[in-house]
């Protein structure tokens, strides 16, 4: 005879049933919060009955694969991956209440005072229950840059938020302000490497000396000249950086920053658009670098020439001219002139 198969209540069914609601539980994010309606819209419970429904979310509840929150006077449910529901089956209750608190505070952690008061424990059971579940790795301590003096737990195979580690500028808690002024400078090197281009002095780069009467004397020999430290090659000596045309589009965007540093050795760490923004943000409240193309592009700023201590300034030296970085390039029928000058208007119209 053929087996008859067993109705929706019996056991038998019931166990593939909630086998088969885990499954599709498990096919959504690990931080998905369930209704009822969600579990029976997903067409594993025969006919919507609502009576399967709690016989198969009781046996997910007692085999720790599902676990239950109150929203309100709603009752929401979370699956509970079958890994970590062997690790709640090996814990005593102290220890799974405490590690259910843990869990569900993500990346951010848990400070253990948060933990003691929303379980009510006692400091002896909260320091057994922590040092059993550290010793089998399943939580670990962590330092917060912004409670350097908490102690925060979280899961042991969890990295940390940028919020309480502080991101790539920090080590163990302290800024590492080494690291953010090498990176800093890095960048302005590069930014500064694409922001002007190389032409020869033209014209001698000294002054013409006035011709000596000649005399019977025999001249003596000129001393040897030696670049002083500091001072700038002899090969660059008769090189001047001039600005790129105003209709140039190639000044380094973000991205490329990024990239470029990436593949730098300047660092081992993996650094983000996001980081990488922050240190542009530096040279550009420095004024080291300013905004183009619509925010899109950086492009390196010529520093003026430190003025003496109680020198005064003058009309020349306000105004755009005076300290125009495209001067060389002003003229009446060349690329910039007084005609299309953007830097004179935008003078004017302070």
Same mark, same amino acid.
């Given at each position: 005879?053929?087996? &008859?198969?067993?109705?929706?209540?019996?056991p038998?069914?019931?166990?593939?049933?909630?086998n088969?609601?885990?499954?599709?539980?498990?096919?959504?994010?690990?931080?998905?919060?369930?209704?009822?309606?969600?579990?029976?819209? @997903?067409?594993?419970?025969?006919?919507?009955?609502?009576?399967?429904?709690?016989?198969?979310?009781?046996?997910?509840?007692?085999?720790?694969? @599902?676990?239950?929150?109150?929203?309100?006077?709603?009752?929401?449910?979370r699956?509970?991956?079958?890994?970590?529901a062997?690790?709640?089956?090996?814990?005593?209750?102290?220890?799974?209440?405490?590690?259910s608190?843990i869990?569900?505070?993500?990346?951010?952690?848990?400070?253990?005072?948060?933990?003691k008061?929303?379980?009510?424990f006692?400091?002896?059971?909260?320091?057994?229950?922590?040092?059993?579940?550290?010793?089998?790795?399943?939580?670990?301590s962590?330092?917060s840059?912004k409670?350097?003096?908490? $102690?925060?737990?979280?899961?042991?195979h969890?990295t940390?938020?940028?919020?309480?580690?502080?991101g790539?500028?920090?080590?163990?808690?302290?800024l590492?302000t080494?690291? &953010?002024?090498?990176?800093?400078?890095?960048?302005?090197?590069? $930014?500064?490497?694409?922001?002007?281009r190389k032409?020869?002095?033209?014209?001698?780069?000294?002054?013409?000396?006035?011709?000596?009467?000649?005399? #019977?004397?025999?001249?003596?020999p000129?001393?040897r000249?030696?670049d002083?430290?500091?001072?700038?090659?002899?090969?660059?000596q008769? $090189?001047?950086?001039?600005?790129?045309?105003?209709?140039?589009?190639?000044?380094?965007?973000?991205?490329?920053?990024?990239?470029?540093?990436?593949?730098?050795? $300047?660092?081992?760490v993996?650094?983000?658009?996001?980081? &990488?923004?922050?240190?542009?943000?530096?040279?550009?409240?420095d004024?080291?670098i300013?905004?183009?193309?619509?925010? #899109?592009?950086?492009?390196?700023?010529?520093?003026l020439?430190?003025?003496?201590?109680g020198?005064?300034?003058?009309?020349?030296?306000?105004?755009?001219?005076?300290?125009?970085?495209?001067?060389?390039?002003?003229?009446?029928d060349?690329?910039?002139?007084?005609?299309?000058?953007?830097y004179?208007?935008?003078?004017?119209?302070?």
């Open positions: 005879m053929a087996a &008859v198969p067993a109705a929706a209540g019996e038998s069914s019931i166990k593939e049933l909630k088969a609601l885990h499954t599709r539980c498990s096919q959504a994010p690990s931080d998905k919060l369930f209704t009822q309606e969600d579990l029976l819209d @997903m067409g594993v419970i025969p006919d919507r009955d609502p009576a399967v429904l709690i016989q198969c979310v009781n046996e997910l509840l007692g085999e720790k694969l @599902m676990n239950v929150l109150i929203k309100g006077s709603l009752p929401l449910w699956v509970v991956k079958k890994v970590d062997d690790r709640y089956q090996s814990m005593t209750a102290d220890e799974a209440m405490i590690y608190y869990e569900s505070s993500g990346r951010e952690g848990i400070w253990s005072r948060t933990i008061n929303k379980t009510n006692h400091q002896s059971i909260m320091t057994r229950s922590i040092k059993s579940l550290e010793g089998r790795n399943y939580i670990k962590i330092k840059v409670w350097p003096t908490r $102690i925060i737990y979280m899961l042991a969890l940390p938020s940028e919020d309480v580690t502080g790539p500028w920090f080590t163990d808690g302290e590492d080494d690291f &953010v002024e090498v990176l800093t400078k890095q960048i302005e090197k590069y $930014i500064i490497s694409k922001s002007f032409a020869p002095v033209v014209g001698p780069t000294h002054p013409a000396k006035k011709a000596k009467t000649p005399t #019977t004397k025999t001249p003596a000129e001393p000249r030696v002083s430290v500091g001072q700038k090659p002899r090969s660059e008769n $090189i001047r950086y001039l600005p790129h045309a105003p209709n140039y589009a190639s000044y380094p965007t973000l991205a490329e920053i990024v990239a470029w540093l990436n593949q730098t050795n $300047i660092t081992t993996t650094l983000e658009e996001e980081h &990488v923004r922050q240190l542009l943000d530096i040279l550009y409240y004024r080291k300013e905004k183009i193309g619509g925010d #899109t592009a950086y492009k390196a700023v010529r520093p020439p430190a003025a003496k201590e020198a005064t300034t003058n009309g020349l030296s306000e105004a755009p001219c005076g300290r125009c970085p495209v001067f060389m390039l002003c003229e009446d060349g690329p910039v002139s007084a005609r299309n000058c953007d004179f208007r935008d003078w004017l119209e302070m």
